[in-house]
């Protein structure tokens, strides 16, 4: 009898830790998302129209995967079992380092030199850019491009033995190269925040801290030549232990560790002028007195500590987190200080995502005899104000070929980004009626037969 007890008590047991998922969200609800994760929403039997939804019980099955009880928890302590046992991150976007440090599994190609843009790919995003300082420019503002670092090509000695670094040159170190030659204006943070014998990023966050926020403002505006207080001093910020990292909270969703930050020691005088509910906010506008220049920043999460140094250091700022990057914006803010932040991995966008700006119109000469093998695909979509043309090329131009387009008496130049091997972007003031592409092959000016465009 007392054998018999013991498996009745080792089955409810079993049973209980079976149920306990379905039972503890009767009783205690639904587990919540934690930091950036999108949890499955609540499952309906029928869809929006009234008819019944065909994947009602996967997305049955979504919900309870994301929403059991104790999720968190068992997440947290499986998450630690795994880095004490096997040294190994249970989370897959997720490096786990020495000494406790993390890394963004993102950066991986970077750091070992694989999958790296072709050589194309690295001119035209230089070119867009390119394409971006002459149109700030032409309405007398001052442009300036910069990359922040990844966390491992500043601290490769915390990355995993078992990851080699590559020592040819990276993304970046190629792209300056480029912008080099392009004549585009840069900080180069990766060289400043290399000559600081401090660490400037957090152990277990993707981002630089506050002191390295402060020291990309100075490198920022030193390369900009504008006349405002540099800020990077560490005997001005007081250490804090408080700060809860992303990758931590990716790896650890209940983790208590904290990082080390530096609050600065003076008061900010900037003031936000519209609503504002956290620096993750799209667009962000500030003004600060006994200041002068209007800045339009483009940014992205690197921007989050960055952006109330530069607010302080402008009579008027604006920080969008848009991309495509809209230069309209800099029309509609008589902005006259145009910045571009963007981090190390996500330079490929810069090929991807084309700037919506005026295609500007080139004085070039046009062959006269066409080439059919000079082939493309192109489509026009309908936007505020303007015809935005994108395509691409079906043969191979030069590796530092602009591509233009021609129509309507004029030739424009696009941008060399978008989608596909070999695209182009082009903002026009109406549809053409028709239309040619033209680029250098063997650095001779090549042009397609006339497209109808209707």
Known sequence: MKKHFGYFIFLGVFLLMCLWPLVGMAMTGPSVAIGNEHLAPLPSITKANGALNPSFLNDTSDYFADHFAARQELITANARLEAALFGESAEEKVILGKDGWLFYQSTLD??????????????????????????????????????????????????????????????????????????????????AFRAEDRVLYYRLDSHWNSLGAALAHDTILNALGKDAPRVYDPDR??????????????????????????????????????????????????????????????????????????????????????????????????????????????????????????????????PAVSNDAAAFTFTFTQTDGAVCCTGNLNCTPDTDSPIWLVCDGAVYEATPAGSGELPFTAYLASQPAALQIMFLQNGTPVISPVFPCS
């Open 110 to 191: 970077d750091y070992q030199g694989q999958n790296l843009l072709s050589d194309r790919e690295i001119w035209s995003a230089a070119h867009c850019l390119s394409l971006m300082q002459e149109y700030a420019q032409e309405r007398n503002a001052l442009f300036l491009f910069t990359v922040a670092p990844n966390k491992n090509t500043l601290y490769p000695e915390y990355m995993p033995a078992r990851f080699l670094r590559s020592d040819a040159p990276g993304n970046a170190e190629r792209l300056y190269d480029a912008l080099l030659q392009e004549g585009v204006t840069v900080a180069d943070l990766e060289a």
């Open 237 to 366: 910020f007081t250490e804090e232990k408080h700060y809860n990292g992303d990758l931590d909270v990716m790896l650890y969703p209940l983790g208590s560790d904290t990082d080390v930050d530096y609050v600065p020691n003076w008061q900010w005088y900037f003031s936000i002028n519209e609503p504002f509910h956290s620096a993750e906010d799209q667009m962000i506008h500030t003004l600060r007195a006994e200041r002068s220049g209007s800045l339009l920043m483009f940014r992205d999460s690197f921007g989050n500590s960055l952006y109330p140094f530069m607010a302080d250091s402008f009579f008027e700022a604006r920080f969008s987190r848009a991309m495509p990057y809209d230069l309209s914006l800099l029309d509609e803010f008589h902005s006259d200080t145009l910045v571009i932040e963007l981090v190390e991995r996500n330079i490929v966008w810069l090929t991807q995502r084309a700037p919506i700006l005026s295609a500007p119109i080139r004085q070039i000469s046009v």
